[in-house]
């Protein structure tokens, strides 16, 4: 599997993530939230940011199903989904990640073939990988 390489804009992202917490960059002087992290805010151009807490919770933007060619791990684990979620604190926030059944389940966790645009989804982190995941929201 592959792990996550981390930068110092975004070692947070990952800190954050690792306690259970989607927390989004925002800056400091505008309030605007911006990912992926970077130093400057593109609104207001300030240095000065922050990492807020979001409610973790989103809807399915859009998805995929990858396809082979695929890394021999991910290969072993078709067919599974990849989706994009935006947040409901800010849809133009949108995150990539996978929809797994429950958190710490596999890629392939989940039919892909039910994954619907605009279904509800929490976010969650799975220790055993180091990566965040998403998870249907329960009525
Ligand atoms: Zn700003």
Known sequence: MLTPVTDPD????WEYAARGELRIQAC???GELRFPPRPC?????SFASEWRAMS???RV???VVPHPPLLPDY?????YNVIVVE??????????GNLVSEVGAPLNSLDPHGIRIGARACFGYDETTGLPQWV???P
């Open 10 to 13: 975004g070692a947070p992202f």
């Open 28 to 30: 400091a002087d505008c």
């Open 41 to 45: 805010c593109p609104h207001c151009q």
């Open 56 to 58: 973790g919770r989103g």
């Open 61 to 63: 933007w859009s998805y």
């Open 75 to 79: 290969a072993a684990l078709a067919p």
């Open 87 to 96: 947040l409901y604190e800010a849809p133009h926030i949108r995150l990539v």
């Open 136 to 138: 249907l929201e329960r």
